[in-house]
């Protein structure tokens, strides 16, 4: 538990500084974790005689990281992504048929795929989140409220699961997930965002806000269920060990993987203000 402590005291800082600075901070911080964050999801793939290309999938993420960074409007992000999507589909299809020899063919074609648009694509919606709107600061602001209200998700549904938590909500995937700790989760969340709304500049009103916030408590509880299932299938406890005391990055960005892209097209195609 310390050690968990510790490294949240140093890492939330670095990332917030990152969020606040932006380029190329956040970019090279963003690229970091992708790369680690593929490579971590090509071990989830199980197969005795056979590995995925884990160059080739960081490559690939990392391109995502980017294309976002390249991009100019949401119309451009999902062009540039989409062009990014086919080519590294088309040079994985060609590594699959050349050298790929386990029986899993169907399987390891998932994974394959998968793990840079698992990581790289939903993860790239940072950086056109932070650069969105006209001002300097909504963006800014924006980013830093997805990322907050996911932590106060997490904190919530950790708390109230813990105090309270009687009926499991998803056993088969996370013994320790309660309905109990989901609806705490999901009320801080909204709350958070009706706190955050007072500080950050949003330019939307307030119960446009909550909605959001709302979403993101949501949303990004699907995320942490989601990479849980990724692991369950490949029977390990986290994905990895690079971060001491919360396992690997994917254990870290599970839930902001849906909740950043979430922030980024509800505040652009709903909410657009």
Known sequence: ???RVLTTLVGIPILLAAI????????????VAVIIGVREFYRLYRAEDASLPTLLGSLWA??????????????NFLTISSGIFIVGAFVSFLWLVAFH????????????????????FLLSHALVLRETGESATFGRDWLLF????????????????????????????SPNKTWEG?????????????????????????????LIGATVGVVSQLGDLSESALKRISQVKDAGSI?????????????????IPAVYYLINLVFKP
Do not use: C, N
């Open 62 to 75: 990392l391109a995502f990281v980017l294309g976002a960074q390249a991009s100019s409007d949401l119309t």
């Open 20 to 31: 606040w600075w932006g380029t190329p901070w956040l970019v090279f911080l963003l690229a």
């Open 146 to 173: 997805a990322l907050l209200v996911t932590f106060a998700t997490d904190t919530g549904a950790f708390l109230t699961g813990r105090s309270i938590g009687r009926h499991k909500m998803a056993p088969a995937i």
């Open 101 to 120: 020899k386990s029986p899993g063919f169907t399987q390891a074609s998932v994974y394959l795929i998968l793990g840079p648009v698992y990581v790289g």
């Open 182 to 210: 989901a609806i705490g989760g999901f009320v801080l969340a909204v709350l958070a965002s009706l706190a955050l709304g007072q500080l950050l500049d949003l330019e939307l009103a307030r119960w446009q806000q909550g």
């Open 1 to 3: 538990m310390l050690r």
């Open 243 to 259: 971060i001491p005391g919360h396992g690997g990055i994917l254990d870290r960005v599970d839930s902001l993987v849906l909740s």
